[in-house]
């Protein structure tokens, strides 16, 4: 069974760091893309971050770029965010996703969808 | 940047109802549209990918069709469990961006 366990969240002061981990079983980590998302309280949800399976491609959002790193460590099954300068408009639960994927006809493996979801963890940014 | 549009926002419905949910994308995405179910306080549910293909244990009273700017996901009998917010996502961006549409809450009458 696919399992994602978001871990990290808790309140911060605005300009702070935080550090969210998730933990993944259940199926071959290091195969898959992973990324991040987000949902502001009683809000849409919005795609934070993806990394590729070795960590050789990160992409971002407009919002993020250069406040969060996402990161993994294959050999731990685990999946990162480092977040920096935070924001009182990065106040949300952030869920890890596994990235669903096919192939292209270059034998890429291109993420397409969301298709496993952890429980999320919420990130409060307030003085 | 590609916008996704969904209506209506919300809609009341009753159970054994046909219910159909609008999305639009702000350029072409081929079939790179996915739809995916919330409940509250849960994480999202993936429930149709590539337009039209079922997830894997999803009922198929779910189904999914468009491609280019124009989809629709519908619910052919409305049951209990169905009462949620629905959202679809472009995955044409891959794998520089992805964006979810607004959603539809769907709601008892």
């Known amino acids: 069974e696919v399992q994602l366990v978001e871990s990290g969240g808790g309140l911060v002061q605005p300009g702070g760091s935080l550090r969210l981990s998730c933990a993944a079983s259940?199926?071959?980590?290091?195969?898959?893309?992973m990324s991040w998302v987000r949902q502001a309280p009683g809000k849409g949800l919005e795609w934070v971050a993806n990394?590729?399976?070795?960590?050789?491609?990160?992409y971002y959002v407009d919002s993020v770029k250069g406040r969060f790193t996402i990161s993994r460590d294959n050999a731990k099954n685990s999946l990162y965010l480092q977040m920096n300068s935070l924001r009182a408009e990065d106040t949300a639960v952030y869920y890890c996703a596994r990235d669903g994927y096919y192939y292209d006809s270059s034998g890429y493996q291109t993420p397409i969808d969301f298709d496993y979801w952890g429980q999320g963890t919420l990130v409060t940014v307030s003085s | 940047d590609i916008q996704m549009t969904q209506s209506p926002s919300s809609l009341s419905a009753s159970v054994g109802d046909r219910v159909t949910i609008t999305c639009r994308a702000s350029?072409?995405?081929?079939?790179?549209l996915n739809w995916y179910q919330q409940k509250p306080g849960k994480a999202p549910k993936l429930l149709i990918y590539?337009?039209?293909s079922l997830q894997s244990g999803v009922p198929s009273r779910f189904s999914g069709s468009g491609s280019g700017t124009d989809f629709t996901l519908t619910i052919s009998s409305l049951q209990p469990e169905d009462f949620a917010t629905y959202y679809c996502q472009q995955s044409y961006s891959t794998p520089f961006g992805f964006t979810f549409g607004p959603g539809t809450k769907v709601d008892i009458k």
């Open positions: 990394i590729k399976q070795d960590g050789s491609e990160k």
């Open positions: 590539a337009a039209s």
């Open positions: 259940g199926f071959t980590f290091s195969s898959y893309w």
């Open positions: 350029q072409s995405i081929s079939s790179y």
